[in-house]
């Protein structure tokens, strides 16, 4: 297997490019790779792991890394299925540093063993943003028209919407392209903002990139099986198929996919009206989930998607055929909760408007629900009125006199005018640099503190995350990189400092996926398999773990995680354990003892379990390589 790994290092402000060598043994991929190259040079970082192309499931997802505008730390980013047509480059991580002096396209082609083309070229993104679909598919379709004729085979396209002008957390999408088509399986490296970095620090709006080099891949079905059957007494193709279950159809549920599966379980942790379900009781809480998550809007998604089977993969070869469709609508778990119930949205339609108009202007989905939750709060409180936030209505958020067709539209429709309103900057609005910042203006100049009814984490002064959509304290862990799953996210109770460790557990583990560029979704065999594989293929085994602990190590010797700021951070935490005692039935002395602290003072309790967290990450996380 190949020994090095290839970086083109690539300045927008002039087209000037240049390739280094890094050797494997040094750096490992994407991930231990890019922190290394940003620490100099602060560029951003996209790149596949040392996989891709081979015959492993999962093993293409492309990732990016960089200094973060919206969380200001150390950040990764990834998307699925997009590494197939960059390993066609015949490298592995493109590094931009510097800046075009106006918006472009950076070109990338490689024609068998000759050099990669590169070109840096002018867009109008005005006129590009406004064609077809618009925003980022506008975009998408206007590279394609321009350069996908030049290509053998089908290329990717990396591309940002507005949101990526006007805001710190635009995200950067991009769908699979099939006989020179772009089809609907979009898939997001939205987490993180990259896409705002990546216009508004290197002027590059879009990235296309593909070709015909062949290079060294694993590509012996026949030693991977003997893998597998040594570890699993199972063939790769089956154990696979077995570890992804979850996200084609688990018949345990009768549903497929994020979406699916998790409105079928969630029941009494269902969290909806930007968490105010959290104050609810259970009995309240599933009825909610019965009566409108399972009984309409999961069973909608059943009957349009899963029944007809209609799926398919993000453009990896790959048994989960996890991207589950409706048209043009591509649905999964988390833009669909914080685009869903969060807003108080419960039906497919409604939600296919605001997620469709919320990702063709190129937003990480996830922070833009939970920031359109919190501002709909605003209103329905009436702590800001429609005319700071620019917009004509006011959320229906009474459950009592809720219709869930056209109560549902309405809330959607406030969405999409509080997202032009933020693109436009209207009223109060303007998130250029982050809603903490815009949240502490506020409260200066009206007196209002509405920073009190926004989930969230922070990280420094102004870095910001909306967490993972699961009711469980893990998601608000002070994690040096939060909103991925690099933290405990299972319903269970753990003393904080235990559970600060299994968070730094969690960290190690998934950065040995993301680090290989292997997606999660295969993480029932991937996280143990991987450094085997690395041990068989280039004998470093003790040596990939030693340095997936020394990056853990280094990313967490930037935690700048700030104490909940939030009011409802803490409510969230306080309302869990009691959950947990009451419903769950736990009586760990443990959790008796954290309820009573809270219920006497939560301000003081919530600053001692964050505190006992950090510590449990701060010692499970200290490597002294």
């Given at each position: 297997m ?13 087209g000037?490019y ?8 040094a ?12 620490d ?7 790149g596949?792991g040392i996989?891709?192309g081979?015959?492993l ?15 200001r ?15 066609n ?63 053998a ?16 957390f635009g ?10 088509k ?8 939205g ?17 296309i ?6 290079d060294?891949d ?6 991977a099986?003997?893998?597998f ?5 199972q ?7 077995e ?8 018949p ?54 899963i029944?007809p ?19 043009e ?16 949205v419960?039906d ?9 108009k ?24 009436n702590t ?34 509080l ?9 109060l ?13 506020v409260?200066?100049?009206?007196g ?11 990280c ?22 939060m ?10 109770f ?12 969690r960290?190690?583990?998934?950065l ?45 010797s ?12 803490i409510?969230?935490?306080h309302?869990?354990?009691k959950?947990?005692?009451d ?17 006497k ?17 701060d ?6 390589l």
């Amino acid at each position: 297997m190949e020994t090095m790994q290839r970086v083109l290092f690539i300045d927008p402000s002039n087209g000037f490019y240049r390739m280094r060598r890094y050797k494997v043994g040094a750096y490992f991929g994407p991930v231990d790779l890019g922190i290394h190259l940003s620490d100099r040079w602060r560029c951003l970082n996209i790149g596949t792991g040392i996989f891709a192309g081979s015959i492993l499931p999962g093993s293409n997802r492309l990732i990016m890394t960089g200094f973060s505008p919206c969380w200001r730390g150390f950040y990764i980013s990834s998307m699925g299925g997009a590494g197939v047509a960059f390993d066609n480059l015949g490298i592995n991580m493109v590094s931009l540093v510097g800046k075009a002096p106006v918006p472009s396209i950076l070109y990338l082609n490689r024609t068998h063993g000759e050099e990669i083309d590169v070109e840096v070229v002018p867009v109008n993104l005005s006129q590009a943003w406004a064609r077809g679909r618009g925003g980022v598919y506008g975009l998408m379709e206007e590279v394609m028209e321009r350069f996908g004729s030049r290509y053998a085979t089908d290329p990717r396209i990396l591309a940002v919407g507005p949101s990526a002008q006007s805001t710190d957390f635009g995200g950067v999408g991009s769908a699979p392209i099939v006989k020179g088509k772009l089809t609907y399986a979009d898939t997001w490296a939205g987490r993180g903002g990259f896409g705002s970095k990546m216009l508004q620090e290197h002027g590059i709006a879009a990235v296309i990139f593909g070709g015909t080099f062949i290079d060294e891949d694993f590509r012996d079905r026949k030693v991977a099986d003997e893998w597998f059957e040594a570890k699993y007494k199972q063939r790769l193709a089956t154990k696979d198929f077995e570890a992804t279950m979850k996200y084609r159809f688990d018949p345990k549920f009768e549903t497929g996919g994020t979406f699916g599966v998790n409105y079928a379980t969630l029941k009494g942790r269902m969290i909806a009206f930007n968490y105010r379900t959290i104050y609810d009781t259970e009995a309240d809480r599933l009825d909610l989930h019965k009566t409108y998550a399972f009984d309409h809007y999961l069973k909608q998604f059943n009957e349009e998607t899963i029944q007809p089977k209609n799926q398919c993969t993000c453009g990896e070869p790959c048994s989960a055929v996890c991207k589950k469709l409706r048209g043009e609508f591509k649905k999964d778990y988390e833009p669909y909760q914080t685009m869903g119930p969060l807003i108080g949205v419960f039906d497919q339609r409604a939600a296919e408007l605001i997620n469709g108009k919320a990702d063709a202007s190129g937003f990480d989905a996830i922070s833009i629900g939970g920031v359109l939750a919190w501002l709909m709060d605003c209103l329905d409180t009436n702590t800001l009125a429609m005319e700071d936030l620019g917009v004509t209505r006011k959320p229906r958020w009474d459950l009592e006199h809720f219709d869930i067709i056209t109560d549902s539209m309405h809330n959607a429709e406030l969405g999409m005018e509080l997202i032009d309103a933020i693109l436009e900057k209207k009223g109060l609005l303007d998130f250029m640099e982050g809603v903490r910042k815009w949240a502490r203006k506020v409260k200066r100049e009206r007196g209002v503190r509405v920073i009190d009814t926004f989930v969230y984490t922070a990280c420094g002064r102004k870095g910001w995350m909306v967490p993972n959509q699961y009711w469980t304290p893990g998601a608000l862990a002070p994690m040096a990189i939060m909103g991925k799953y690099y933290m405990f996210y299972g319903p269970e109770f753990f003393p904080p400092r235990t559970l600060g460790r299994i968070c730094a557990d969690r960290l190690k583990g998934e950065l040995i996926m993301d680090n290989m560029g292997v997606c999660r979704f295969h993480r029932g065999w991937a996280e143990d398999m991987l450094p085997e594989i690395i041990d068989s293929l280039y004998g470093m085994r003790e040596k990939f773990m030693e340095m997936t602990a020394v990056t853990a190590s280094r990313i967490n010797s930037r935690n700048c995680s700030i104490f909940w700021e939030s009011e409802r951070d803490i409510d969230f935490v306080h309302t869990f354990l009691k959950r947990r005692r009451d419903v769950e039935g736990d009586k760990d002395p443990k959790l008796l003892e954290w309820i009573e602290a809270f219920d006497k003072d939560k301000n003081e309790a919530a600053l001692e379990w964050w505190c006992e967290m950090k510590k449990g990450i701060d010692e499970n996380l200290r490597a002294f390589l």
